[in-house]
């Protein structure tokens, strides 16, 4: 098997150009896959302390932010940013996780028309794509294959099961199940930090 010490300098090798990226700032204590970093020139991806980071990231383009705070486990899932990602302190994200903050063309068909064509010549219209920022505050719990799409605020403390499609925002200490995800219960802060 190999070590965690060869598994680090492949990643590292392999990651080279994020490695090397003043772009990408990494707390004290923290781990990131470096190799599945994308499009990081002109962005900003900050870790906290302490956090584990197993996600791809991929930047759409110039400008994007994303912040991962202190003590946060993101396990291999995908975060998409065109302007901004922000995870809190003390989250814990499950596998398969999906987290973008646009949607990716425009709704409207005459103005998508030529994206495919664009994209074979290296170039893409954010002009009428919309996007809005993403933010999973302290303490959430996010199951592994959930999507969260644009503009949504997942509240501290709550619990999103698994395969949920998060559409709207989440209120703290609450839990939210199904596509489109929906509230379950209230959740007690006091009972989770018993539990």
Request: hydrophobic share 45%.
């Amino acid at each position: 098997m190999l070590s965690r010490a060869t598994i680090g300098l492949a990643d590292s090798i392999l990651g080279w150009r994020s490695w090397f990226s003043s772009a990408v700032k990494i707390g004290r204590g923290s781990s990131i896959a470096w190799r599945r970093i994308r499009n990081v020139k002109g962005n900003s991806l900050l870790v906290g302390e302490n956090s584990i980071v197993h996600a791809d990231i991929s930047f759409e383009e110039a400008g994007g932010e994303i912040r991962i705070g202190n003590r946060s486990f993101i396990g291999r899932s995908h975060l998409v940013c065109y302007r901004s990602l922000t995870i809190g302190d003390d989250v814990i994200m499950s596998w398969g996780v999906t987290i973008v903050d646009h949607d990716s063309h425009s709704i409207s068909w005459e103005e998508r028309r030529n994206d495919v064509v664009d994209w074979a010549n290296g170039q893409k219209s954010w002009k009428h794509v919309a996007h809005a920022p993403v933010v999973v505050q302290d303490k959430a719990w996010i199951g592994f294959n959930v999507s969260v799409l644009k503009g949504v605020t997942i509240g501290e403390g709550a619990v999103i099961g698994a395969c949920s499609v998060v559409t709207r925002d989440i209120p703290p200490y609450a839990l939210a199940v199904g596509n489109p995800a929906r509230l379950v219960r209230a959740l007690s802060p006091a009972a989770l930090s018993e539990g």
